[in-house]
């Protein structure tokens, strides 16, 4: 079966998109990128899978055809209908489907740490403890400096926690530096 143009529907040229999964449409003339199997591109005829002999290793998906590879990601046995070839490995079905083509775990991300949030909190609770601030304050500014391009978190925030981390932060530095110096300029004035 074509494969449709993503503008016009009309079928692209398979021997474009067995180069390099890019094809122009010979209708319209748009450029079409498309990521499938190669074989989906093969003129072969189907393939035969043979049954498992009584000791000879089984397909993981197919118990009564006989394995002609191991997955190269999780290693179960795979018969040639389930076989999928990435590069020079094979691969099982249910790992191109969790992997999407590549060895990444199928497990998204459940949580993330929120940077923010921290770098706002931190200067805000030593307040409590304010020698903590001589701390916390750069902390705060180098925190939110280094995590600024971070993905936030896995829902839509913005990055008014960093701003106001930031202001925070600069607040207390420039306190602490302007309580030394101060102090020293108190000690030279009474030792002199």
């Given at each position: 079966?074509?494969?449709?143009?993503?503008?016009?529907?009309?079928?692209?040229?398979?021997?474009?998109?067995?180069?390099?999964?890019?094809?122009?449409?010979?209708?319209?003339?748009?450029?079409?990128?498309?990521?499938?199997?190669?074989?989906?591109?093969?003129?072969?005829?189907?393939?035969?899978?043979?049954?498992?002999?009584?000791?000879?290793?089984?397909?993981?998906?197919?118990?009564?055809?006989?394995?002609?590879?191991?997955?190269?990601?999780?290693?179960?046995?795979?018969?040639?209908?389930?076989?999928?070839?990435?590069?020079?490995?094979?691969?099982?079905?249910?790992?191109?489907?969790?992997?999407?083509?590549?060895?990444?775990?199928?497990?998204?991300?459940?949580?993330?740490?929120?940077?923010?949030?921290?770098?706002?909190?931190?200067?805000?609770?030593?307040?409590?403890?304010w020698?903590?601030t001589?701390?916390?304050?750069?902390?705060?500014?180098?925190?939110?400096v280094?995590?600024?391009?971070?993905?936030?978190?896995?829902?839509?925030?913005?990055?008014?926690?960093?701003?106001?981390?930031?202001?925070i932060?600069?607040?207390?530095?420039?306190?602490?530096?302007?309580?030394?110096?101060?102090?020293?300029?108190?000690?030279?004035?009474?030792?002199?």
């Amino acid at each position: 079966m074509p494969l449709p143009c993503a503008r016009c529907d009309a079928p692209l040229p398979e021997w474009e998109l067995s180069g390099g999964g890019q094809a122009t449409c010979t209708s319209c003339g748009s450029l079409n990128e498309a990521r499938i199997f190669p074989a989906a591109l093969r003129t072969q005829a189907p393939v035969q899978t043979e049954s498992a002999l009584e000791g000879e290793a089984a397909c993981f998906d197919h118990p009564g055809k006989r394995a002609v590879a191991a997955c190269g990601h999780c290693g179960r046995f795979v018969c040639a209908l389930c076989s999928v070839e990435f590069g020079e490995e094979l691969w099982c079905p249910s790992c191109v489907a969790a992997g999407a083509g590549s060895a990444r775990n199928a497990n998204p991300d459940t949580g993330r740490p929120l940077y923010d949030s921290m770098a706002l909190i931190a200067p805000l609770l030593s307040l409590w403890f304010w020698p903590m601030t001589a701390i916390t304050g750069p902390g705060a500014v180098v925190l939110s400096v280094l995590k600024w391009r971070e993905p936030l978190s896995l829902v839509r925030r913005n990055r008014w926690r960093f701003v106001a981390a930031i202001v925070i932060g600069l607040s207390e530095t420039a306190g602490w530096v302007l309580l030394v110096g101060y102090l020293i300029a108190r000690a030279r004035a009474g030792g002199g």
